[in-house]
């Protein structure tokens, strides 16, 4: 089965750090564009980071220079190291991709994760 | 950076009745436009992609049209799971991927 499951957050203090986990099943990662996109309370859907399967990395003005995206292709995850944290970062991240034919649009995400909470508050 | 507006913010439907939800784009996107539902509590779900193509598993009550800088996501008899929020999404000049504001469609 196609999965994706984040782990990794909770509530934080402001410039703090976080790394996110999103375990992939069914699929390998390294082979795909992996994204993360975040949902701050009550809010719209914002893009946080992509790496696509030859490495890329590219990132939203509002995380660049804090957040940084990576992948272990041993253990089939995807990574969010997140530094410096402010309130604004609050939001559930959500990993997601594009698989099969979804995946040659090299931008829809067909596969989501569940998505993991970071409340970053003092 | 391209910018997705959608209108309306809120769209009052009864069940049975058609629903257009529209999206538009500040420059050209092409036809790489998707359109996602999402429930509270839940991730989104893609329903098209290549602003016209429905996903695996979305039924023909949904489609998707336009190119360029205008698109509409028309759901033809809403049924009662189908009151959520929608948001467009543009994948034709990224990063960044921008997405719309969202749409939400209530029961009316």
């Known amino acids: 089965e196609v999965q994706l499951v984040e782990t990794g957050g909770g509530l934080i203090q402001p410039g703090g750090s976080l790394r996110l986990s999103c375990a992939a099943s069914?699929?390998?990662?390294?082979?795909?564009?992996m994204s993360w996109v975040r949902q701050a309370p009550g809010k719209g859907l914002e893009w946080v980071s992509v790496?696509?399967?030859?490495?890329?990395?590219y990132y939203a003005d509002s995380v660049k220079g804090r957040f940084t995206i990576s992948r272990d292709n041993s253990k089939n995850t995807l990574y969010l190291q997140m530094n410096s944290l402010r309130a604004e970062d609050t939001a559930v991240y959500y990993c997601?991709?594009?698989?099969?034919?979804?995946?040659?649009?090299?931008?829809?995400?067909?596969?989501w994760g569940q998505g993991t909470m970071v409340t970053v508050s003092s | 950076e391209i910018v997705m507006t959608q209108s309306p913010a809120t769209l009052s439907v009864s069940p049975g009745e058609r629903a257009t939800l529209s999206c538009r784009a500040s420059?050209?996107?092409?036809?790489?436009l998707a359109w996602y539902q999402q429930k509270p509590g839940q991730a989104p779900r893609l329903l098209i992609y290549?602003?016209?193509t429905r996903a695996t598993g979305i039924p023909a009550r949904f489609s998707g049209s336009g190119s360029g800088t205008e698109f509409t996501l028309t759901i033809s008899s809403l049924q009662s799971e189908d009151f959520a929020v929608y948001y467009c999404?543009?994948?034709?000049?990224?990063?960044?991927?921008?997405f719309g504001q969202g749409t939400r469609l209530e029961i009316k």
């Open positions: 999404q543009q994948y034709n000049n990224w990063p960044p991927l921008t």
């Open positions: 290549g602003a016209s």
């Open positions: 790496i696509y399967s030859g490495g890329s990395t």
């Open positions: 997601a991709t594009g698989l099969g034919i979804v995946a040659r649009s090299e931008g829809a995400f067909d596969i």
């Open positions: 069914g699929f390998t990662v390294s082979s795909n564009y």
């Open positions: 420059q050209s996107v092409s036809s790489n």
